[in-house]
């Protein structure tokens, strides 16, 4: 690796520290401006209680003031307390929730685009024939059919296969060895896989017609290692370009998968902090999430120059 | 190298009556409607004509680039020291594509695949063809760049295609073509896309090499400056025939088709003693979906008959190896202009 890439990598990162502290102050200014109040609920009651509530949680103090002690307590790693959860810390529901959701994020992600890459590079080559006729409608399908009603088709068909064998062959919901893992990863992966699909069809359409696939031809490569060594390499990066933007509508449309099957995932609990106005909640995730969505675009990035060996060079 | 000798006195590669054709939306396009020629060991056989008549689908279809579909080719063959190669990959158990023909394309900017080093390139066809291992290929691929005049080609052999030149790259890929020692090389259209000083110093390099190796080359273009410099024997291509067919001087000095004076017409000179205009053929190439009954050429023909017409010309042969497909040249013809040149009366 040169020397110039970890240049990159560094500037990216400090770009990153910007665009995290943007979306921090962003949600801050919009969690401000939301009407209600957490504190109005039936257990802060007498005035005392709330004015000793308001200061723990520093809300007595001017706008300004709050927004440099958040800033103060981010930098510190520290997100603050749930005001609806007893006793938990928004650090402690990221540690525990997050690995899920990383989990079936990540596999969904690696599902999304090993399907999309394999099924567009094959309706290309089959192009106007019938597999590609087959593909393509199927990928209508996936793009145009909502993921809660694919959640639930499949725990259908899950419940089903399950009937007819007698025994658990695929568990229908909830969390805790591999096997509960694969289905929802595919359900959550599936939307992006059929855009990936798209996408990988076209741009290998592309390469097959190229001028430097001819010249591979007329040197007598074989069909498989043209397809290996000359197209594919090629026609993978515009689908590696758009893979950063396909993690973040992973990741943070997970919640609706994990809420179907059931899953202790982080999706349900930044939900159910918006329904609450769990302020602290709601800003330790979006900040944790934007931060996790910044980092992935920079792995994507570098990985992008290990493949095109042109963007390695602007680096 | 030379494991079959063409010693029958037959040529290294010849084609007999080739046609190739296109399904398209329009219909059926008749891109090459019967060609014939021959490429003798160590010269050079420049197919000329300009763009769509057929030259390049001609050597692409003997080397198996023709999509099929929507291409096909109806009728003809090529032998390769005396065996078919078309619809073949393999004769004599060697691979036609990239070890006994090699090839190279016009333009070096896109032929190159822009992810894999120049060197990974050049070595491929050692890895597939004669299975040498990475390293040894990649030796040889710097060697190879090194014959193709290209500077620091140790270096240069871990580059990647955008960090060569349109030249350079040219002689990339001329050291790619000539890896496995083919015994023809295809230029099809080499120097097109590069600029004047980088077309002649590439045309250096292919007579350097073409004498070094002894191999055939069959040189595609629509530059007659080119194939003046570097030609032995010229065909003459118009609306998927060859028109006219002889020694490069034949064809240039005695030239016997009224395309080929066009042709020659049209092309500039830096001869002060030759001044004349420029003068464009007028019109446009005949459609190849409905070719025409007579001659391609007759509507754009200032000789033109009523026979030219309504039937096609045969090949009139002038000397043993020149020829001319036009009706001016049938025995019982009118008309003989000045500027053409017919068979001596003996």
Known sequence: ?315 | MNSVKADNGASLLEVEDLAVEFDTYGGIVQAVRGVSFSVEKGKTLAIVGESGCGKSVTVQSMMGLIPMPPGRITSGSAKLKGQEILGRTVVNGKEIRGSEIGMIFQDPMTSLNPTMTIGDQIAEPLQVHRGYSYKKAFNEAIRLLEMSKIPEAAKRARQYPFEFSGGMLQRAMIAMAIACKPSILIADEPTTALDVTIQAQILDLLQDLQRETGMAVILITHDLGVVARMADEVAVMYAGKIVEHGMVDDVFYRSAHPYTLGLKEAMPTNDPSLQHELKPIEGSPPDLFSPPRGCGYCARCPYAMQICNQRQPDDTFLTESHFSRCWLHHVSSPNKPDQLYFKEEA
Not at chain 1, 86 to 113: K, W
Not at chain 1, 116 to 123: C, I
Not at chain 1, 248 to 265: K, N, Q, S, W
Request: proline share 4%.
């Open chain 1, 1 to 315: 690796m040169r020397s110039t890439m970890w240049i990159f990598i560094l500037k990216r990162l400090v770009q990153g520290i910007f665009t995290v502290w943007f979306i921090a102050t962003a949600t801050f200014f919009a969690m401000h401006n939301v009407p209600g109040d957490p504190l109005l609920n039936d257990r802060a009651t007498t005035d005392a209680i709330r004015a000793n509530l308001e200061a723990k949680y520093g809300l007595d103090k001017p706008v300004m003031t709050q927004y440099g002690i958040y800033l103060g307590n981010l930098l510190q790693g520290d997100l603050g307390i749930s005001f609806t959860q007893e006793n938990r810390e928004v650090n402690d529901i990221i540690r525990d929730h997050f690995p899920v959701s990383a989990i079936l994020g990540i596999l969904a992600v690696i599902f999304a685009a090993a399907g999309g890459v394999l099924w567009g590079a094959l309706t290309a080559i089959y192009r106007n024939r019938w597999p590609d006729y087959v593909i393509m409608f199927l990928v209508i399908l996936g793009i145009s059919v909502p993921s809660f009603v694919v959640a639930a088709i499949s725990q259908l068909f899950l419940v089903n296969v399950n009937g007819l064998f007698g025994t658990t062959v695929l568990p229908v919901a909830g969390w805790g060895t591999v096997l509960h893992m694969l289905v929802p990863a595919m359900v959550l992966g599936l939307g992006t896989m059929a855009y990936l699909t798209r996408l990988m069809r076209s741009s290998m359409l592309e390469i097959i017609s190229s001028d430097f696939v001819r010249t591979a031809k007329a040197k007598g490569v074989p069909p498989a290692r043209i397809f290996a060594k000359h197209q594919l390499r090629n026609a993978i990066l515009p689908v590696i370009t758009v893979l950063g933007p396909s993690i973040a509508a992973i990741t943070t449309g997970g919640f609706v998968v994990e809420l179907v099957f059931a899953i202790p995932g982080l999706g349900r609990y930044f939900v159910q902090a918006v329904q609450q106005l769990d302020y602290t909640v709601i800003m330790g995730t979006t900040v944790f999430y934007g931060a996790f969505l910044v980092f992935m675009v920079i792995v994507v990035d570098v990985l992008y120059g290990f493949i095109d060996p042109r963007v390695r060079m602007e680096y």
